[in-house]
């Protein structure tokens, strides 16, 4: 028979059942924990009309809440509940989330989340997702100060995500490789499918929403062309893939090869997508598995953080396709 591996098995592998390890196994299993409640969710939201719809009551009576409230409130409670977790940074939050009390004194992560990414396509069955970046708190104390939570991303510890997809996988890299888990219902754990996974050399995919072409500059509207007939990079024609979830559109071209852009433009002149929980856990991924993100002037991962949803653009993809990028956008 092969080997069985689940995510914290595989943690402890990866570092050698070091305190480290353990610690972060239990955030990495809260995180897991979390995502099985949201899948459950995720896959009966069509039966919402049957079951009761969010703000209303459902046949047994419940108060039935909206996917994306409850997501948020499920992910924050089990992180609250882990002893290593001392506060949250998360989308749906306008402030930091700091956890006090005894079991919290020697707390040292952060968890930065996008509890459900692809809010529009929550109601319409399209596959949505849950990102997250762990990192480690620097000052010394039980306290938390804002240079603990608004870091750089090159200080990632762990980084990942889930995607709410045909099947339900989760992606993560503690800096040793990028591996991929998936949910085997009839279990309920997930189950290491994917090893070591490194984004394909050949790049044929490029995703962006061109709807917002008229609003671009005239050289970038240029290099998306040429992406589409005879790229530099690849010297072949790019097709295009957009499902306007980052989380799914992110893990094709992870697994496919290929680039995603959400640049700046007139009218979200910093991006739109959030440094912390959108931009930073991709750029993690991406590195470890071989590629790049840029914001179209650096490498994401060495952008100072000032505000926790700060926005940026982002590509995110083939190295040689977001450095063109960069060679293109750098002023
Ligand atoms: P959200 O956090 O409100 O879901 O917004 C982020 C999402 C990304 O998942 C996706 O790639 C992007 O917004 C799509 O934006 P647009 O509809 O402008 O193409
Ligand atoms: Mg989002």
């Known amino acids: 028979m092969h080997k069985i591996t689940n995510i914290s098995t595989h943690l402890y592998d990866l570092h050698t059942f070091s305190q480290k390890s353990l610690e972060l196994a239990d955030v990495l299993n809260q995180i897991v924990l979390a995502a099985k409640f949201v899948s459950r969710e995720v896959n009966k939201a069509g039966l919402t009309d049957i079951l009761g719809a969010a703000g209303h009551t459902n046949v047994q009576d419940e108060q039935v809440q909206k996917l994306d409230v ?53 109601d319409v069955n399209v596959s949505v997702g849950t990102n997250f970046a762990i990192f480690e708190k620097k000052s010394k104390g039980k306290g938390i100060t804002k240079e603990d939570y608004l870091q750089k991303g090159k200080d990632v510890i762990a980084a990942g995500y889930v995607v709410y997809g045909s099947s339900t996988m989760l992606v993560y890299s503690s800096g040793k490789g990028v591996h991929g888990f998936t949910l085997d219902p009839s279990i309920g754990e997930f189950i290491l499918s994917h090893e070591n996974i490194m984004i394909p050399k050949e790049s044929t995919i490029y995703s962006i929403n061109e709807s917002y072409e008229p609003k671009w500059k005239d050289d970038f509207t240029a290099h998306i062309k040429k992406m589409k007939t005879n790229d530099d990079i690849s010297g072949k024609a790019k097709t295009a893939r957009y499902i306007g979830s980052l989380v799914a559109d992110f893990h094709r071209n992870l697994l496919k090869g290929g680039i995603y852009l959400y640049p700046a433009d007139k009218k979200s002149p910093n991006g739109k997508l959030r440094l912390l929980y959108e931009g930073i856990p991709f750029a993690f991924l991406a590195k470890h598995a071989g590629g790049y993100a840029s914001n179209g002037q650096m490498d994401v991962l060495e952008i100072e953080p000032t505000e926790l949803h700060q926005r940026i653009p982002l590509f995110v993809g083939n190295t040689k396709d977001v450095k063109a990028i960069e060679k293109l956008l750098k002023i």
């Open 70 to 122: 409850y997501t948020n409130e499920i992910f924050i409670e089990l992180m609250r509940q882990s002893p290593h977790v001392k506060a949250v940074g998360s989308e749906e939050e306008d402030k930091i989330i700091i956890f006090k009390g005894k079991n919290k004194n020697n707390a040292k992560y952060i968890v930065h989340l996008d509890p459900l990414d692809g809010s529009s396509n929550i």
